[in-house]
């Protein structure tokens, strides 16, 4: 340590700076032993802060990182092993102390962190590059529904630039019979990792809200089906002023059926086929809340995915899940990972090892990144 202290007192700092930020995450852990001066740099919020700003400007996949759960268990797999190995292996979280034998989802991942809720009712946060972890109070510790009558079924997790704050935004349904009706009171509560606290209970009606939200523009964005109107339509919840609202649907997407949300090239995406047809078609809102900024970026038939014999019969819907600056588009259908080669118009499947193809809900793809689970005020 004393003769790597001398070695680099040779270099100007803003050199030595230059240097480690080009850096993967993986070398900057490594390289924090290597004097007490670059321990306390590599840990310091304005390096990590834009160590992470650089890593977004690069179009590259190196340091990122594709998640799924499988089997009550989360693993991992290299993006960039998917888009050049003939086999992608792989990897298991070993270090959170999730132990379900029920169910375990991905409720969003941004900046590096990762967000998922076990059996319904516990949230844990992650940094899988740091190795760090962290269970998340009671959700229904303060909540104006009971456990044993309420249910978690909208979440979502995002960053609000206003306050450099970590939010978990969290949609609690209490379910009972009215007469010969179903209704569906709900509640929200929104978690603050700087606090390390749940949020006031606010009320909100006429939409239905299930699943992971979608984090673009600092809003969480869902579909949702409104129980007076049967079409869907995309709720939005701001991040910033901790409220409800509705995204314009565009008239390019009003005829598709089921649609599901995605972020590709960090824009909001809609995919979604016409019940008539054997297409499948992405959407990408290219410049948020520009209305004529929706353009359609690939068409994809299913034909040349459904032959697969492995994909199990209960998944239909071809999820996308990262695009190349080539225009290749990373996707699952099923369990099965595929990429869509945008200018021969095919596509191939990528072999995995190690996933429950049978077994696999969802995936995510992530950032590795320094970003702490310890918020400084």
Not at 33 to 45: A, D, H, M, R, Y
Not at 138 to 157: C, H, M, Q
Not at 250 to 268: A, M, R, T
Not at 277 to 282: A, M, Q, R, V, Y
Request: proline share 4%; net charge positive; aromatic share 14%.
């Amino acid at each position: 340590t004393g003769k790597a202290e001398q070695t680099t007192d040779h270099f100007p700092q803003e050199i030595i700076e230059e240097i480690l930020y080009r850096l993967p995450v993986k070398s900057l852990s490594r390289f924090k032993c290597v004097t007490p001066s670059w321990g306390s740099l590599i840990s310091s919020k304005q390096f990590i802060k834009t160590h992470l700003q650089r890593s977004k400007k690069i179009e590259s996949f190196t340091d990122k990182r594709i998640i799924s759960t499988c089997k009550g268990n989360l693993k991992a797999c290299s993006l960039s092993s998917l888009f050049t190995e003939p086999v992608t292996r792989a990897f298991s979280f070993d270090f959170i102390p999730i132990n379900s034998s029920r169910d375990v989802v991905i409720v969003g991942s941004c900046n590096g962190l990762i967000c998922v809720l076990v059996d319904a009712c516990r949230f844990f946060l992650l940094n899988p590059s740091t190795r760090e972890s962290k269970e998340l109070p009671d959700f229904f510790t303060g909540a104006l529904f009971p456990k044993n009558v309420g249910s978690i079924r909208g979440y979502g997790f995002g960053f609000d630039e206003s306050s450099g704050d970590y939010k978990v935004c969290a949609v609690c349904y209490m379910i009972f019979r009215c007469g010969s009706n179903l209704t569906f009171p709900s509640t929200a509560r929104v978690y603050s990792l700087k606090d390390d606290s749940w949020g006031r209970n606010f009320f909100f009606k006429d939409v239905c809200i299930f699943g992971s939200a979608k984090f673009v523009s600092g809003k969480l964005h869902w579909i949702s089906y409104s129980k007076t109107n049967p079409k869907w339509e995309v709720v939005c919840f701001d991040l910033k002023s901790e409220t409800f609202g509705i995204v314009k649907q565009p008239s390019c997407i009003e005829g598709y059926y089921s649609p599901g949300l995605g972020v590709l090239k960090g824009c909001l995406c809609v995919f979604a086929d016409y019940v008539s047809t054997i297409k499948f078609d992405i959407w990408i809102w290219n410049k948020y809340g520009v209305d004529d900024s929706w353009a359609k970026h690939v068409t994809i038939s299913y034909r040349s995915v459904s032959w697969e014999p492995s994909l199990p019969e209960t998944y239909n819907l071809i999820t996308p899940l990262f695009v190349l600056p080539g225009g290749e588009v990373l996707f699952t259908y099923g369990s099965v990972f595929f990429i869509y080669n945008k200018k021969d118009n095919c596509v191939r499947q990528q072999h995995t090892v190690d996933f429950d193809l049978d077994r696999v809900r969802a995936a995510e793809v992530y950032t590795e990144s320094l970003v702490s689970l310890v918020l400084d005020d």
